[in-house]
């Protein structure tokens, strides 16, 4: 089994900055990545950015190119997922996963509690 915790959502004014942190208890053959995922009110859970435990291996959506960075530090079993220039429209709960890899949320087998942004006007 792999646990994730979120942590260091809030609530920000538009134009500024959070970072998102996601310990996981282990990795895994079947986990070799980790990703990030939003819902927004009434909408569909949708894909914000991934990366390779190893290999450094790393994609984002296209709405989040340019303003949201992911790392990883794989001595503390940690991603980051750095969020700039941040809209109002960016305002949801932020999931973190472990899975397969890629933008479908099936590929991902593990999943956080989930973290609330709030970006206000």
């Known amino acids: 089994q792999v646990q994730l915790a979120e942590a260091g959502g809030g609530l920000v004014q538009a134009g500024g900055s959070l970072r998102l942190s996601c310990v996981s208890t282990r990795h895994t053959a079947g986990t070799p990545f980790m990703a990030w995922f939003r819902q927004a009110p009434g909408k569909e859970r949708e894909f914000v950015a991934t990366?390779?435990?190893?290999?450094?291996?790393?994609s984002t959506a296209d709405f989040a190119k340019g303003r949201f960075a992911i790392s990883r530090d794989n001595a503390q079993n940690t991603i980051y997922l750095y969020m700039d220039i941040l809209k109002p429209e960016d305002t949801a709960i932020y999931y973190c996963a472990a899975g397969r890899g890629g933008e479908s949320r099936t590929n991902y087998d593990y999943w956080g509690q989930g973290i609330q942004v709030t970006v206000s006007s």
């Open positions: 990366i390779s435990w190893t290999g450094g291996i790393e």
